[in-house]
């Protein structure tokens, strides 16, 4: 008798309703972090096409091409991130390690081939870090 009286319950009837509302739900947190990426990712060409341009002025071509990779590499490390923080709860329980893979090519290249020097080649793919605080900023005044 318990049985049927589990499966007359009201929270099974509840249950479409919740799962809609859950859905809509994960759809305006999901189209949330898909804007906060677009800006992440926006501020940080931004910030690395600046840091690049004063480089070219500034300094020599070398240095200047060793940043200009760096920070392609860390774009490709803030997506591959974002990209694996997008999964989470959908598809899995955890952050990816494959962009942790990036930093580690960015030193090979830079030993790999003499053109590109590590130190501006390292403070190039750290330029996604300013964006980060900016944005966090910007979050916090609003």
Request: charged share 15%; no cysteine; proline share 4%.
């Amino acid at each position: 008798m318990a049985l049927e009286n589990l499966g007359a319950s009201s929270d099974f009837n509840a249950s479409p309703l919740d799962q809609s509302n859950s859905e809509r739900v994960f759809q305006t947190f999901s189209d949330e972090y898909a804007q906060l990426q677009r800006r992440i990712l926006l501020a940080t060409v931004s910030i690395s096409a600046l840091a690049v341009g004063i480089s070219a002025i500034f300094l020599d071509l070398q240095t200047t091409s060793s940043l200009l990779v760096g920070s392609i590499f860390g774009l490709l490390y803030l997506r591959l991130l974002a990209r694996s923080i997008g999964k989470l709860g959908t598809g899995s329980q955890q952050v990816s390690k494959i962009q942790l893979i990036v930093p580690v090519l960015l030193v090979l290249a830079t030993t790999k081939f003499p053109q590109l020097d590590l130190i501006p080649s390292l403070l190039g793919f750290l330029l996604y870090k300013p964006s980060l605080i900016f944005q966090t900023i910007l979050e916090s005044r609003a």
